[in-house]
């Protein structure tokens, strides 16, 4: 295969700064101490380092980094802590070089030592890491020198770069001592100097990264707010620089505003499932039926003001095989959707929807309970708290119907296909078919742009022909940035970027 040897050209380093504020310009001064407020409504979670967390999204890459990045323009992983990488000639392996002159905040060099534990820790079920599933294939680590490892796999890896890219390298000696945030250690440009659960998340600019020249900011206050007219008080007033992941109602009054920008990056995906093993979702043709008779446009203008992509797919719009016929293939018609049910004798049959105590979810439910209604359906509701929910969720025990919340976008298809609860096995729509099987295993088998667009096609006319899961909305994640502060980046994933960020005066 060929040897993919990355390094940053000054192409590249602009891309990655315009886009992703990974690269800095200016000088740090220390004449005078600077900093900025974050608002964000969910509390930290530095327990969590591997697995997805919505109030780390905001701080996490601010304080740790991962072997690489993907370009987002085209999706082509670029360095960050590795400097360069081989593939095998079979797929079965990959050789890589890491950067000599990185530390943690302790002070320690980092080596291929920690990576090798990063991994494993990230392969061990117990971690729950969204993409500890890819590191679980592999079938060895072995560390070749401070700076050189090799990963060995049973079959080719197409996702192998998400892992690396969703996965931040751990301090393998203070990594047991997170839990209280009294020792949160990565090796990005700021440190986590101090928490206090439910109120705030202090950084401070780390002096010994490698660029002397990043964090320009000497420290990043992220304040808890979980009430929206106290966010939206907060960044009027002046107190917060930035409001992170803001819902499209309450970013509605910075719109058009000149001091004031919003910003799209991450976001989740909502979709409906029913388990094909329950009357009437046993029968194809009704499931066919509620696609058809949900009104996606609604749903996206009711509950997130337009700002969202109506669409029956799963993976990003601008992701490989991404079809706009199949994202529109459910097209509003309550009409025909009727006709459908009718047909299947199912005009009648009550419909248990369960669902997460989440807003954007109940919205959708509103709206869902109303289409099931108009074509002959009786929907009923059973919501559920979240954590309850959750567990319900991880075991595939939903019930009937179900709706849900994904808030994994920016994945590759062939990490959702196995990271996403709607679709990886024992997903609690009970589906699993050889058919099903085989055409995710032609998606997690490409290794190039053209193959993956193909399977991903081909799987999606299955995924839309079955209906077991479908999606209803994208949406992306908002945030609002005050004109006081400039050089805030997003990642695709949503994570919020903050060391090329710099006070205007």
Do not use: C
């Not at 670029?78 to 000599?100: C, F, K, M, V, Y």
């Not at 997130?304 to 799963?314: E, I, R, V």
């Amino acid at each position: 295969m060929t040897v993919i040897t990355k390094t940053r050209s000054a192409l590249t380093t602009s891309l990655l700064a315009g886009v992703m504020a990974l690269t800095l310009t200016g000088a740090h001064t220390a004449l005078a101490q600077t900093s900025i407020t974050v608002a964000q409504s969910g509390d930290a979670q530095p327990r969590n380092i591997l697995p997805t967390r919505g109030g780390n999204l905001p701080w996490l890459k601010n304080v740790f980094e991962t072997l690489t990045v993907t370009d987002p323009i085209t999706f082509e992983p670029q360095p960050l802590l590795a400097t360069s990488w081989e593939i095998a000639e079979d797929g079965l392996s990959i050789h890589i070089t890491l950067r000599d002159d990185v530390t943690f905040h302790t002070g320690r060099r980092m080596t291929a030592d920690d990576v090798r534990f990063t991994f494993e820790t990230a392969a061990d079920p117990a971690t729950a890491a969204q993409t500890g599933f890819i590191a679980r294939e592999f079938t060895s680590i072995d560390v070749l020198s401070d700076t050189e490892l090799r990963i060995s796999f049973a079959s080719p890896l197409a996702n192998i770069f998400d892992f690396f890219e969703d996965t931040s390298i751990l301090d393998q000696e203070t990594y047991a001592n997170r839990e209280d945030g009294s020792q949160v250690i990565g090796t990005g440009p700021y440190r986590f100097a101090s928490w206090t659960p439910g109120a705030s998340i202090m950084l401070e600019r780390y002096d010994g990264y490698r660029d002397a020249d990043a964090a320009q900011i000497d420290q990043i206050e992220f304040a808890v707010i979980n009430d929206p007219t106290a966010m939206i008080s907060a960044l009027r007033s002046g107190r917060a620089s930035v409001g992170f992941n803001m819902t499209p109602r309450d970013t509605i009054e910075f719109s058009g505003s000149p001091q004031y920008t919003i910003e799209q990056a991450g976001g989740a995906i909502f979709p409906l499932g029913v388990n094909v093993t329950l009357p009437p979702f046993d029968n194809v043709e009704v499931r066919r039926a509620v696609g058809y008779a949900i009104d996606r446009e609604r749903i996206n203008d009711q509950v997130f003001d337009g700002s969202g992509t109506p669409t029956a797919l799963f993976w990003s719009p601008s992701s490989p095989g991404y079809s706009v016929d199949l994202a529109n293939a459910y097209a509003y018609d309550p009409d025909r959707a009727r006709a459908m049910i009718d047909a299947a004798g199912a005009t009648g049959a009550e419909i248990q929807i369960t669902l997460p105590a989440i807003p954007a979810n109940r919205g959708i439910f509103e709206i869902v309970q109303n289409n099931l209604r108009e074509v002959g359906l009786v929907p009923v509701g059973n919501v559920l708290d979240v954590p309850t929910y959750d567990q319900l969720q991880i075991a595939g025990d939903l019930g009937q119907a179900f709706a849900l919340i994904h808030g994994q976008v920016g994945f590759g298809s062939a990490t959702l296909l196995s990271s996403l609860p709607s679709l990886r096995a024992g997903n609690p729509s009970q589906f699993w078919t050889p058919e099903y099987e085989a055409l995710r295993m032609a998606v997690e088998a490409a290794t190039t742009t053209a193959q993956t667009a193909a399977a991903v096609e081909a799987l999606s006319a299955y995924m839309i022909d079955q209906a077991f899961t479908l999606a209803l909305v994208q949406s992306s994640g908002l945030s609002v940035i005050s004109n006081s502060v400039s050089g805030v980046g997003l990642s695709r994933r949503g994570h919020l970027l903050l060391s090329g960020a710099t006070l205007e005066n």
